[in-house]
């Protein structure tokens, strides 16, 4: 039985009047790869948020790996070391070279040694394939390679778990692919996954689950083969017929 | 128009204006940064204190604030620096100058920050770095980068308002001129002698910062 790596129970969230987050409660164990999926606005970018606490809620709790995440400060930011994010712009420090991009995290947070920071991540940028770029800085880059560089930054901190807030909505379709081979290699070498997207052939190859999200609830979770052939909810089946006519 | 130079101590007058601008340059940029850092901190007492500021002295002449400084808090508060009244008035230059051109470094800086993307400073949140972190190796430098053009627009007019100190007394370039005119006849030479003098301290510095800009510009 695996244990629950990131428990989220009962997290309410408010923009102003609109209530995103609808007590949400989700428990994603280690290993597993979650895809939240559900139209603009149903919250799914929110909750990815929420989980390192880029977005703050209003009640409820958020647990990972067996601590609660705190609100402010120096343990909020331990906590966060141990959680891998990607954006959908990847936001790499643009000022900073592609190397130095993935050392600034394990030589000022963890206190990794320079040369050892150095050499982790020449293996990391090897393994996404960008290891000719490492001198480059992140503007000179392809969209495909900036985002796989932002994978590699984030795995450059060892990760409990990686949050992907969706991570190929930016990039060029020819690019798209790069990308999700990179993501879907993790998810076999075992890496916790919670992933927004829309790509429904990586949700088919790589996830375990598929958490459907409308207008800030849960509205159905499943396994992906279920969820995409055999759809139980109004507004899961609605949405699919949408996506999937193209 | 030879006499005359050879009777005023021209350079040294000058000397004092780049002595007079070097440091109210440092202290303006060590105090603006704090009170940038101050505008854009999380929280809200920091924020209001860092706007109070800059509303305050940014639109406040800077005359007034000189003649203060002597008038008001050296004679009247008794807050004199040092003994003899040329360094006092020399020191009070300097922190009046930071002071005021403070105000404006903080909003160069703002305008920095505002150039980065917000993602900037959440994915460098997002790899654990403290606020302490973010601002010293994601945020600023970024921030300086961006505003290195009006950090150097505020510079030449600190340069060009360490005139005002003559105000108070200061022997410093502006103030050799006001005596020499008073002295002197047929001063309209000098005049232009030391609107070049100013122009050959503020120009090259200008190309400086425009090509600093240019080569340091942070591309995205």
């Known amino acids: 039985m695996p244990e629950p790596l990131v ?28 895809i939240l999926i559900g139209p603009s606005g149903s919250g799914k970018s929110t909750l990815c948020r929420t989980i390192n606490r880029l977005e703050a809620y209003e009640s409820g709790s958020i647990t990972i790996d067996g601590k609660k995440l705190p609100d402010e400060g120096k343990e909020l930011a331990n906590l966060r070391a141990d959680v891998g994010m990607v954006f959908q712009s990847f936001n790499l420090f643009a000022h900073k070279t592609i190397l130095e991009n993935l050392t600034l995290g394990p030589i000022k947070v963890r206190k990794t040694p320079k040369a050892e920071a150095e050499k982790r991540a020449m293996e990391l940028l090897k393994r996404v394939g960008v290891e000719a770029q490492a001198q480059k800085y992140p503007a000179q880059l392809s969209g495909g390679q900036q985002q796989r560089v932002a994978i590699a930054r984030s795995l450059a901190m060892n990760p409990k778990v ?12 020819e690019m798209v692919n790069e990308v999700l081979d990179v993501m879907v290699q993790l998810a076999k070498e075992g890496m916790t996954m919670i992933v927004v997207t829309h790509e429904m052939g990586f949700a088919r190859k790589a996830a375990d689950k598929v958490v459907f999200l409308a207008d800030g609830e849960i509205v159905e979770s499943n396994t992906p083969h279920e969820f995409f052939s055999n759809p139980q ?12 006519t193209h | 128009m030879g006499d005359i130079l050879a009777r005023y101590d021209f350079l040294g007058a000058f000397w004092l204006t780049i002595q ?13 940064t704090v009170i940038a850092i101050l505008r ?28 203060f400084s002597i008038l008001g808090a050296s004679y009247v508060l008794g807050l004199s620096i040092a003994q003899s009244v040329e360094t006092n008035l020399f020191y009070w230059a300097i922190i009046v100058l930071s002071v005021y051109h403070a105000a404006f470094v903080c909003e160069a800086l703002r305008s920095g920050v505002n150039t980065i993307p917000a993602g900037q400073a959440e994915a460098a949140r997002s790899i654990g770095l403290t606020f302490n972190q973010s601002l010293t190796e994601v945020l600023l430098p ?4 961006g505003a290195i053009a009006p950090l150097g627009s505020t510079l030449i007019a600190l340069i060009k308002n360490t005139t005002v100190a003559a105000v108070i007394g200061a022997s410093d370039a502006a103030g050799l ?3 020499i005119i008073e002295n002197e006849t047929g001063t309209v030479g000098v005049f232009f002698l030391f609107a070049l003098g100013f122009v050959i301290l503020t120009l090259p510095l200008g190309v400086l910062f425009t090509s600093l800009s240019r080569k340091l ?4």
């Open chain 1, 7 to 34: 428990v989220i129970e009962g997290v309410n969230k408010h923009f102003g009047d609109l209530h995103v987050l609808k007590d949400i409660n989700l428990s994603i164990d280690k290993g597993e790869v979650v």
């Open chain 1, 162 to 173: 990686m949050l992907f807030d969706e991570p190929t909505s930016a990039l060029d379709p």
């Open chain 1, 233 to 244: 909810s109004a507004r899961a089946k609605d949405f699919l017929s949408k996506i999937l």
């Open chain 2, 20 to 32: 007079l601008s070097f440091w109210s340059a440092l202290g303006a940029l060590l105090v603006g």
């Open chain 2, 40 to 67: 854009v901190s999380p929280v809200p007492v920091l924020r209001l204190m860092g706007t109070a500021y800059v509303n305050t002295f940014r639109n406040t002449p800077l005359t007034l604030l000189m003649v």
């Open chain 2, 142 to 145: 970024q921030a300086f980068r």
């Open chain 2, 177 to 179: 001129m006001a005596v």
């Open chain 2, 217 to 220: 510009a942070v591309k995205r």
